[in-house]
């Protein structure tokens, strides 16, 4: 499936779950915006990593989207949790 036609699904799932996507967000800014509201970027996933570590061993058609990200992030109040 095209890039295009994946995320226009991806748009309208989120929409009929009653959520608005918003994108365009470039990493550093998101770092940054995470810190200034007082949390610790815990992991950040790229395309790539979301493909080998949830998708490596499906069977079905699903594949990581083109230009998703994954990010974990923590309160600095929180940091010292582990999971």
Do not use: C
């Not at 989120?14 to 967000?25: A, F, K, N, P, S």
């Not at 610790?40 to 079905?60: G, R, T």
Request: charged letters at 30%.
């Amino acid at each position: 499936m095209a890039t295009k036609s994946r995320i226009k699904k991806l748009v309208e799932m989120t929409e009929q779950l009653g959520e608005t996507m918003h994108g365009g967000y470039y990493v550093d800014d998101m770092w940054q915006t995470l810190r200034s509201e007082g949390f610790v970027l815990q992991s950040h996933f790229a395309p790539p990593d979301v493909e080998a570590w949830f998708f490596a061993n499906k069977e079905d058609d699903l594949k990581a989207m083109e230009h998703i990200y994954l990010v974990s992030a923590l309160k600095k109040a929180d940091a010292d949790y582990h999971l």
